[in-house]
């Protein structure tokens, strides 16, 4: 169970919120979903251990909410736990958030573990870097979990100053050598090394302003800790070959900006990373043009463009180094919310592309049904892409909300 450092941060925001001040008005909510989703997958397996077809799983991820002195103060717990049927390591639980905020006039301050996202492109974040992704939900980085953080929000006149102090590092989660989507050599978490002697409890720091000039929303930050993504290091653990990530230290400053004009969503994000191992750039930037009431409907589509490049090219650790992603999003504006999005990568230097399709509808007022399909395209060994070429599937995904 991937608990580890959330529970003395529960104890403390449980005693908080069983110490409200006596006869104060107290809102309290729970809402929430559970889910189920079937994954099929079209091709044997590439490497051992995954000798399965289908996947089961099913997940849970209620939330608890309350507020008082008027909506000033308000505590947030959101927990989550998915049990897998095959990859051990995919059933796993967290606190995705138990939080207090409280709100003044123009400042508002935030205790416990929480999410928070920065980025404004579709097919990657590049400056999103507070959160640890949670590896195990799925290959595409946008699971995250939760966050030790005290933050501070000021508003102003010429923009939102964020800082943060990070009293804690989550380490990634990966499947299990019984879990698909995964790099042909399994990842030992359990041997996991850091460059800093505070190890997981290094205190890493960030500070962010953002601001909105007409049509132009944009973010500028700086971060100083421990890098979310780790350096996967073979070594021999017991006669066999295993990857034991390593933890550098970081500093990253990022930069989005997003210009709403017309019909036209143009989207541009970029970073400088600097660690002992590396020093380097990398930006992530395209366009959505939206045509609205297709065919006198009330249906929307999306025709999206982006292109992902990082200096390092061919000697990157990223999947995306140099690859143009072309994708639509329809949108039917129907009573049940349907929606269509697919989109196809090209990886320039290596030649491989992956298809994704992902089309969902709500039903009554309670459940939603998704269909996703991933499919894969890759013969350079050298392309990261290359473990998960056999992993093409089908997901079937079902979801009641309360």
């Known amino acids: 169970m991937q608990l580890k450092h959330t529970i003395s941060s529960a104890f403390l925001l449980a005693g908080l919120s069983a110490t409200l001040p006596a006869g104060a008005e107290t809102f309290y909510e729970m809402s929430g979903k559970v889910s189920a989703d079937l994954r099929y997958f079209t091709q044997d397996a590439q490497f051992s251990g995954q000798d399965y077809d289908t996947n089961l799983s099913f997940a849970a991820e209620p939330e608890f909410y309350w507020e008082w002195n008027d909506g000033t103060d308000s505590i947030t717990f959101t927990p989550f736990l998915r049990v897998d049927e095959n990859d051990n390591e995919r059933t796993h639980g967290d606190i995705r958030e138990l939080s207090w905020l409280h709100a003044g006039d123009d400042w508002e301050v935030r205790a416990g573990l929480s999410k928070v996202f920065w980025g404004v492109t579709e097919f990657q974040h590049l400056v999103d870097v507070i959160n640890q992704t949670d590896g195990v939900e ?6 995250k979990l939760g966050q030790q953080m005290v933050s501070l929000s000021l508003v102003r006149d010429w923009g939102i100053v964020d800082i943060f102090l990070l009293p804690g590092f989550r380490e990634r989660t990966f499947p299990g050598e019984d879990g698909r989507l995964r790099s042909g050599i399994v990842v030992d978490t359990d041997k996991a090394q850091y460059e800093s002697g505070a190890g997981e409890k290094h205190l890493d720091a960030a500070i962010r302003w953002s601001h909105t000039l007409g049509d132009f ?15 996967l290091k073979p070594q021999m653990v017991a006669g066999n070959t295993v990857l034991v990530p390593y933890y550098e230290q970081m500093d990253q400053i990022g930069f989005d900006l997003q210009a709403t004009i017309d019909s036209w969503l143009w989207k541009f994000e970029t970073i400088h990373r600097d660690s002992s191992s590396d020093e380097y750039w990398a930006a992530q930037a395209g366009f959505e043009y939206t045509l609205y009431g297709i065919q006198d409907s009330s249906a929307d589509l999306g025709v999206l463009l982006e292109y992902g490049w990082d200096e390092r090219g061919e000697d990157a650790d990223a999947a995306i180094q140099n690859d143009l992603f072309i994708g639509a999003r329809l949108a039917l504006n129907d009573a049940e919310s349907t929606e269509v999005l697919a989109g196809i990568s090209h990886d320039l230097d290596y030649d491989s592309q992956s298809l994704i399709v992902e089309a969902s509808r709500r039903f009554g007022d309670n459940w939603n049904i998704s269909i996703d399909g991933r499919f894969f395209s ?19 995904t079902v979801e009641r909300y309360f």
């Open 138 to 143: 799925d290959f595409d980085g946008e699971d």
């Open 378 to 396: 890759s013969d350079d060994t050298a392309d990261l892409s290359y473990n998960i070429k056999q992993d093409d599937h089908l997901q079937l």
């Open 217 to 231: 929303d944009m973010g500028l930050y700086w971060f100083h800790g421990t890098n979310r993504d780790p350096i």
